[in-house]
Each structure stands twice: as structure tokens, then as C-alpha cells.
């Protein structure tokens, strides 16, 4: 439960951070109570008026209630649009990693993985483990998207350029990977690019095979300049898309365990068929 000495986070956004990924992933689960400020100023080393402030974000964002006379709980339903940052935290928490992303250039995914990775080495996290495979779409086939608006053509100019973006992204997330195990932080690391012929119409993630994210690309028309020509496209927002959390429980039957069983299924159907390695040039 102690602060992290090497984050540059006021110790309140810290303690909101944590309380935020164990509620959603269920580790404090809806309708529990938590512990009450004074418990929680002990179990950080700080001021109670500095839990208050992290009881309020987390107020704000309607994960947590209170209840007079009762103290604090958490609300009963919290399958809600959420942010990755906090729950990739803690999936490298563990000590055998696993995560599967599939998504247009993979640069969310680079932004996510980053912070935890540095924590890895630092010491902070040390897991045992780290297995990722990312699935892009193949930038040496025409795409249906994005595609140009004159006639909803493919662009091979704009594709090129989205290649690039795609190709820095991945080889910093398989570099950074590679490398904790080569000054063994890490005793098992694999870190696997696959593309495929499919436009992707959404980005998923799974972590550890526990918890699945899934947010949609709305197609949204935007200008780029290509060949020093501006050229109107419809591409694919990938700033846009809520990310829709749910997770395994231990009832086989229940919506968040189907839900994150189909997207795994989803995965590994695409990577073991039509997806093929992923030849980037260095």
C-alpha cells in the first residue's frame, strides 16, 4: 500500500489511482465497503484530508458513494467507459503477463505498456513473465479503410504514411519488451507482431486473460496532405473510441466472463489464420 517514492503524482491522485483499478478490477468489488479515511491515512503514511481528496475524484467519477453514519462504498454498478492506464497498472502488477492487442497502429497501446514498463525497471514491478502479441492490419494489401472520400478508394500514400506510424510503435513495444529479458528483469519474455488483411473497426485489449477492453474507431472525414497535395479521407479516429470494460468472474455464466472468453476466442482465431509475422524493416 505504499506510495511509489519515484511518481511525480501528488500522493493524492496516487491513492486514487490504486483504489480506482481495485475497484475496477472487481478486486473491491460493488457494494463493498472500504476502508474508512483514518484505516486508509495509516496504510499510506499520509494525512487523512490527503485520502479525502482522493475519495472526492473518485466521488466525482461516480465509483464510489457515501453513505451518512455508514462510510464509503462503492457503487454496485461499475461497468462503465473507463481508462486503461490504471488497469494496465496493475495487470503488470502480476507475475505472469499476458496481453493480446489488436487495434489499427498500435500507438494507445505503446502509450499504455510505457509506464509500467519503466516501473518494471526500476524494481518497482517484477513479474516472472511477460508474453504480448499485437495485431495490425497489413500495410502491403490495399485497406478499405481508411480510404479517400472522392470514391472510397484505398490511398496507398496515406497508407504508407499510417505504416510508418504503426511500424515506430510496434518495434518500440517489441524493443522495450526484448530488452527486460536480455538484462534479465524478466526470465520470460515474448513480444510477437502479426497483421492481417481486415480493416479494423475497433481495438481490443485483454490482460492477462482476465480483463477485455473493447472501444469502437468512429469513421470520421478529416484532410491530410499527401505528396504536398491535400487529399480528403475517411479515416479512423483512433482518439475517439470508450473503452468498455469487462471482466472474468468465477460465474462461467455471467456477461463479463462471456464477453472476455469470446474476445480471447476472437484473437486467436485471427492470429492462427489469416494473420501472418510481420516483416518490419529496421
Not at 478490477?25 to 479515511?37: D, F, I, Y
Not at 516501473?119 to 494489401?141: A, C, F, M, N
Amino acid at each position: 500500500m505504499a506510495l511509489d517514492p519515484d511518481d511525480s503524482r501528488p500522493p493524492y491522485i496516487q491513492i486514487a489511482s490504486a483504489l480506482r483499478a481495485a475497484i475496477l478490477t472487481k478486486a473491491v468489488k460493488g457494494g463493498e465497503k472500504l476502508p474508512s479515511r483514518n484505516e486508509l491515512a495509516k496504510r499510506y503514511d499520509v494525512a487523512p484530508m490527503t485520502v479525502q481528496s482522493a475519495l472526492r475524484l473518485l466521488r466525482e467519477e461516480g465509483l464510489i458513494i457515501s453513505r451518512q453514519g455508514s462510510g464509503v462504498f462503492v457503487r454496485e454498478r461499475t461497468d462503465r467507459p473507463v481508462g486503461l492506464g490504471p488497469l494496465m497498472e496493475r495487470a503488470f502488477s502480476a507475475d505472469h503477463i499476458t496481453l493480446d492487442f489488436a487495434g489499427f497502429s498500435g500507438e494507445s497501446l505503446m502509450a499504455a505498456v510505457r509506464p509500467p514498463i519503466d516501473k518494471i525497471r526500476v524494481g518497482r514491478y517484477t513479474p516472472e513473465s511477460i508474453h504480448i502479441r499485437i495485431l495490425v492490419p497489413d500495410p502491403e494489401v490495399p485497406w478499405a479503410l481508411p480510404s479517400t472520400v472522392e470514391d472510397h478508394s484505398d490511398s496507398p500514400e496515406f497508407r504508407k504514411r499510417m505504416e510508418e506510424i504503426m511500424r515506430r510503435n510496434v518495434i518500440a513495444i517489441v524493443d522495450d519488451v526484448t530488452e527486460l529479458g536480455e538484462i534479465g528483469l524478466v526470465k520470460e519474455v515474448t513480444a510477437q507482431v502479426r497483421v492481417h488483411p481486415v480493416a479494423p473497426m475497433f481495438k481490443l485489449y485483454v490482460l492477462n486473460g482476465k480483463d477485455m477492453f473493447l472501444g469502437f474507431y468512429p469513421v470520421r472525414e478529416q484532410e491530410h496532405t499527401l505528396d504536398g497535395q491535400p487529399q480528403a479521407i475517411y479515416d479512423l479516429d483512433g482518439s475517439s473510441p470508450v473503452l468498455l470494460h469487462h471482466s472474468r468472474t468465477d460465474d462461467d455464466a455471467s456477461a463479463g466472463t462471456q464477453y472476455v472468453d469470446q474476445g480471447i476466442a476472437w484473437f486467436d482465431s485471427v492470429w492462427s489464420t489469416i494473420a501472418r509475422k510481420y516483416k518490419y524493416k529496421n
